[in-house]
């Protein structure tokens, strides 16, 4: 079974800076994705980022990236020059590949962006 | 990506009656999944919805308690049946393609009085 950890409840960030959010995961499997997901107040489920485990470099999506460590089971996002809008709960998630679609997420954490 | 679209968006309903949530995807979709999100928690499976046979359903989520049709590739309901205050919840409908990420509906937040 899988398990994804963010340990990290909420943070808080000043608007325009760069803030990282972490998550680890664990698993057996060697082909797997990671993904990011932002939630904000209208509860609607965004995908931020993915990223293939198979790939050494980092996933990057305008001023999110990720620094994905597949040793140490690492996959955190950096967000950098913070906006009001990114305020939302944040949730990593996993899936092993040829699983069709099946998503074990993190617990999440939420993230203030204050102005 | 698919538009999805989940109804009703919320509700407030009385203990022991149920609801239907329906799902709708403007685009056949292999893989159609319900999830719960309980106040201020993460995401959980409830089942997934397979076209033209039974819902596979997870640890703890039951047939009789969270009935689930999917008649096409496109459409899917959840019936959250003889609710309690406990079923209180955010329910998601997700869908997606062999490998590719998710896509969730907009959600349905549930009120049980």
């Known amino acids: 079974a899988q398990t994804v950890t963010q340990s990290q409840p909420e943070m808080s960030v000043q608007e325009a800076e760069t803030v990282t959010l972490s998550c680890t995961y664990d698993t057996s499997e060697n082909n797997y994705y990671l993904f990011w997901y932002k939630q904000p107040p209208s509860r609607q489920m965004i995908l931020v980022i993915r990223?293939?485990?198979?790939?050494?470099q980092n996933a990057t999506e305008n001023r999110f990236s990720v620094n994905f460590q597949k040793a140490a089971k690492s996959f955190s996002l950096k967000i950098s020059d913070s906006q009001l809008g990114d305020t939302a709960m944040y949730f990593c998630a996993f899936m092993v590949s040829g699983a069709n679609s099946k998503l074990t997420f993190g617990k999440g954490i939420t993230l203030s962006v204050r102005p | 990506s698919a538009v999805i679209s989940q109804k009703p968006s919320r509700d407030i309903c009385q203990r022991g009656t149920s609801l239907t949530i329906q799902c709708q995807v403007d685009?056949?979709?292999?893989?159609m999944f319900w999830y719960r999100q309980q106040p201020g928690q993460s995401l959980t499976l409830i089942a997934t919805a397979n076209q033209g046979s039974e819902a596979t359903y997870e640890s703890g989520f039951v047939i009789d308690k969270f009935p689930i049709s999917r008649p096409n590739l496109t459409f899917s309901t959840l019936t959250v049946s003889n609710m309690s205050p406990e079923d209180s919840s955010i329910y998601l409908c997700?869908?997606?393609?062999?490998?590719?990420?998710?896509?969730f509906g907009n959600g349905t937040r549930l009120t049980v009085t």
């Open positions: 997700s869908v997606g393609q062999g490998d590719s990420p998710l896509h």
């Open positions: 685009s056949q979709v292999t893989m």
């Open positions: 990223q293939e485990a198979y790939k050494q």
